[in-house]
């Protein structure tokens, strides 16, 4: 490791990645004063040279060399937003691989050497919407991983939903026209609530499987750090003995699979469009980065066939109970960006950026991702867009690609194609490393085709509505129903019943009911009632229950209980958890007693909103009890957080303000475990557990009503 990297980084942080960065990255702080661009020192930035007679304004002149970099400068900032995936946040981290047996299918170091770390930098996305539109919206998110490995860069893209939409690549401009906003008013933005993307739904059955998870609680995530990822598309692997495996890749996030629940998502969108960027950000930088695991499944070449669906079919999984998830490494993303554009912005993912022992399958909507995302970066960045910091690999790369717009690199030699009298940078032979084209036998009609089980669609959208718990089911419901509500157009929302009567009839008459819709007689198909394993968020809770990095607001005002906030605040943060106080200002809140010293709130009651927290604590103090008791604000606060089925712990007088504020009497707040104790011996009821599995139940009335 260089040096440089350690100086600009801890430690523990540099890596090769960033290493090779150092020459780019220069910190505003350690420069002395303002130059242009060609070095030239400037002295008034503010005011473009004039002809003017001491007094008065008058013409400006062109000649200003000052001025017109600064404007020409500014008015090229912009570069095309991605077409898709246009919203998006990044890390930097590592990958570790585990001591598997990974090698029995694959020779790639980065998936089988555990001696290795391997950088990474992550992009996390929303779909539909543009650079500006919010996080939390209900939408496909992208998980795009850019592993810079010692054989090149290895870019698995892939997403937080294990399928797509379609399954050729020919329809993706149809079906990304279909749901971005509609033609004529660009209207809406971050949803799939209208007209165009359910009429696609209607008249595209392979959708189905697709839909019934974008509209699950999968479609509105907690955090990028409790999301799983997935490669989606069946690439393969090929071992040392040159013998071929289809493999599909999952992450498996540490922290388990959370989800807000739709009304916080909704309203997190106007409350703070930036809540998972920030979220990202905060973990990693409070010392929670998050953490994968990196699982694959594999069938052997010779049992492609052996399955009732394609398992090139990218709008399919394969079932776990079929074949098993097998564990080979683990993600760590521990390091923020440094600067948004050059890194997170610039940053172009090409999912035919294989490393040796991984390569394609002939899955359609793969074959054609592998044309799409070269062509995309060409005219997001340029031809050299594999040259930019953030992309260049971080092994020797050379080859005879030459010239191009903002070509940078120089490069020394007389020739400069191949074959040359000097034998210069010769192919490198597949004993020594070289990319190794597993040999495939291929014979066939050239027409346009798609194989019999494609012609499946309803099948395992089945299996995925069967596996959910109850409440995801009424999520999922109601998610469907918001969207059809939101259509206007009764070809639409009228049409879109008989497609889910195709998947479920009581879910399809249940939505007919809400969106007006007729309500269907009878079942279009029969639902095959079976059920597989790990589609349910259930499923996914973490293994050692955790608050790490859970967001718990502590609700206080003057005449607070110090001693029990004090407690508090040390047992959220040992727990890692990170605390926040809230007041009815942000200034110092006098606690009660005589002669104590106050505690500063991070927050006032209008500052923030309990939908930004993952839990809620009010401390003892009588004086504060009733000043809660009569803010409107701090009623809403926990009613709300009661409302969404999150622990809110109550010590003292605290107790009846919660019960008052909520109007459930009676409510036992015994159930919450002790974790710390208040320096004046009282305990304090603070475990919070998995804020997302509610440890008690409120009326169905209430918890959906928020
Ligand atoms: Fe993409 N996709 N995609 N996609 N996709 C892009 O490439 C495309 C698909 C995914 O953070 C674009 O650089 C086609 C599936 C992610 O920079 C573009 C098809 C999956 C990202 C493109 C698909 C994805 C993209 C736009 C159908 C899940 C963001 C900008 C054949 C596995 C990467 C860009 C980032 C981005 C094309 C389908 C994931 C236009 C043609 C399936 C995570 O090249």
């Known amino acids: 490791m ?3 990297a350690q100086k600009i980084l801890p430690n523990s942080l540099a890596n090769a990645k960033t290493a090779d960065m150092k020459n780019e ?6 420069q002395k004063g303002m130059t242009t661009d060609f070095g030239l020192p400037v002295s008034d930035p503010d005011r473009w040279l004039k002809v003017s007679n001491g007094e008065n304004i008058g013409p400006h002149l062109l000649e200003d060399p000052i001025a017109r970099e ?5 008015d090229h900032e912009r570069i095309p937003e991605r077409v898709v995936h246009a919203r998006g946040s990044a890390a930097f981290g590592y990958f570790k691989a585990f001591n598997s047996d990974a090698e029995k299918y694959t020779s790639a170091g980065v998936l089988t050497d555990p001696s290795r770390t391997t950088p990474v930098f992550v992009r996390f996305s929303t779909v539909q919407g543009s650079r500006g539109s919010a996080d939390t919206v209900r939408d496909v998110r992208g998980f795009a991983t850019k592993f810079y490995t010692q054989e090149g860069n290895w870019d698995l893209v892939g997403n937080d939903i294990p399928i797509f939409f379609i399954q050729e690549a020919m329809k993706f401009p149809d079906f990304v026209h279909a749901v971005k906003p509609e033609p004529h008013n660009e209207v809406p933005t971050g949803q799939s609530a209208h007209n165009n993307f359910w009429d696609y739904f209607n008249l595209q059955s392979e959708t189905s499987h697709m839909v019934m998870w974008a509209m699950s609680d999968r479609g509105i995530p907690r955090s990028f750090r409790m999301m799983q990822g997935f490669g989606v598309n069946t690439f393969t692997l ?6 071929l495996f289809f493999v599909k890749f999952h992450w498996l996030p540490e922290l388990g699979v959370h989800s807000f629940t739709w009304d916080e998502a909704l309203k997190i969108c106007g409350q703070d469009p930036d809540f998972h960027r920030k979220d990202l950000n905060e973990a990693i930088e409070n010392g929670a980065p998050p953490k994968w695991t990196l699982a694959i499944q594999v069938i052997p070449e010779t049992q492609e066939h052996d399955f009732d669906f394609d398992i ?6 394969w079932p776990e109970e079929l074949v098993p998830l097998i564990p080979i490494g683990e993600m760590i993303l521990n390091k923020t960006v440094d600067e948004y554009f050059t890194q997170t912005e610039q940053v172009a993912f090409c999912t035919s950026h294989v490393v040796p022992g991984i390569g394609f399958s002939d899955d359609p909507l793969l074959q054609g991702r ?10 997001r960045l340029g031809i050299n867009w594999e040259e930019l910091p953030i992309n260049r690999p971080i092994c020797p790369y050379m080859n005879f690609n030459r010239d191009g717009k903002a070509r940078h690199r120089i490069t020394k030699g007389t020739v400069n194609y191949w074959p040359n009298r000097f034998e210069q940078i010769p192919p490198v032979a597949v004993e020594n490393g070289g990319y190794r084209q597993h040999p495939a036998k291929i014979a066939g009609v050239k027409e346009r085709m798609r194989g019999a089980k494609f012609q499946e669609h309803y099948s395992q959208a089945q299996l995925f509505y069967n596996s959910l718990a109850d409440h995801e089911k009424l999520h999922l419901i109601k998610a469907i129903s918001f969207e059809l509500s939101h259509c206007d157009d009764p070809l639409v929302y009228e049409n879109a019943i008989p497609r889910l009567n195709d998947i479920d009839h009581d879910m399809a008459v249940q939505v007919a009911k809400n969106v007006g819709g007729p309500a269907p007689s009878e079942p279009n198909r029969k639902n095959h009632g079976k059920k597989s394993k790990n589609l349910s968020q259930l499923d996914f809770m973490p293994k050692t229950p955790t608050i790490k990095s859970r967001r718990i607001a502590i609700l206080i005002a003057d005449g607070f209980d110090a001693a029990v906030v004090e407690a508090a605040k040390g047992a959220f943060l040992a727990a890692g958890a990170v605390p926040f106080v809230i007041g009815p200002r942000r200034g110092e809140i006098m606690p009660e007693g005589a002669g104590q010293k106050g505690v500063f709130a991070d927050h006032h009651f209008e500052g923030q909103r309990s939908t930004m927290f993952d839990a809620i604590f009010i401390p003892s103090g009588r004086a504060c009890a009733q000043t809660l008791a009569s803010n409107g604000r701090a009623i809403h606060w926990v009613l709300e957080a009661f409302g969404h089925l999150k622990a809110i712990g109550a010590v003292g007088e605290a107790v009846a303000f919660l019960e008052s504020a909520c109007r459930l009497p009676g409510i036992s707040f015994a159930q919450f475990e002790t974790v710390g104790s208040a320096p004046s011996g009282g305990a304090i009821t603070v475990d919070f557990g998995v804020v997302t599995a509610p440890k008690f139940s409120a009326p169905s009335s209430i918890s959906e009503g928020w």
Do not use: C, M, P, W
């Not at 090929?238 to 013998?243: F, L, V």
């Open 2 to 4: 260089s040096s440089v």
């Open 312 to 317: 090139l079919d990218a709008t399919k999984i």
């Open 25 to 30: 990255l220069v910190d505003v702080k350690d």
């Open 238 to 243: 090929t071992n040392a003995a040159g013998e």
């Open 370 to 379: 592998n044309l799409s995302y070269f062509d995309t970066q060409i005219s």
């Open 70 to 74: 600064k404007i020409h400068r500014f």
